[in-house]
Structures are given as C-alpha cells and as structure tokens.
C-alpha cells in the first residue's frame, strides 16, 4: 500500500488523533462477484488503524461493481476455513472482558 501525505482535520471517532488522506487496498463480496480495488481513497487513522472511505469513493465502487470494466489483472485467492482448525471452538467461545 502507498501512503500519501495530507492532513484532513478529520478527528478519528475510535481514538481521537487526526485522520490523514491515504490510499488502501479494498476487497468486497458483492452480488456482482468479489473484487479487489487497489490504490482506493480512504480516511486512514495513523494511530490505531480506523479507515473511513469518502461517500464519492463508495459512488465508485458501486459503479465498478455494476458495470465490470476490464480490470488491470486478475490474481487467485485462497479460501480459509476457520473451523477446520485446530481449537476453532475456543474462537466461538464467548468474548469476555477484562
Ligand atoms: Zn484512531
């Protein structure tokens, strides 16, 4: 992922410090068939991580979900399953506080 340089003033709502203009990469399971969007604008929260993506960008994806244009590669994805696992049952167990 390339980070790019640009304070917003957005305040992150999860820890408070201030949210810079980044590009991530995006995986989604649409209707349409999963994707993945690279190089895609996003509110990113140097300190703990949160990402809030602009409703533009959100506008974007919905469109190339829709009309599919010839995408820049395809790649193959493995597919995990959690619960063949060894003590996947004790990642179902109930969360507990501290
Ligand atoms: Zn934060």
Redesign the pocket.
Known sequence: MTRTAGVTGLT??????T?QHDRVDHSSLRTSGPMIVEQMPAFV?P????TAIPAATWEALDRLAAERPVPARFISVPVYDLSDLPGAEALLAPMKRD
């Open positions: 992150c709502p999860d820890c408070g410090d949210m929260c300190q703990c991580g949160y």
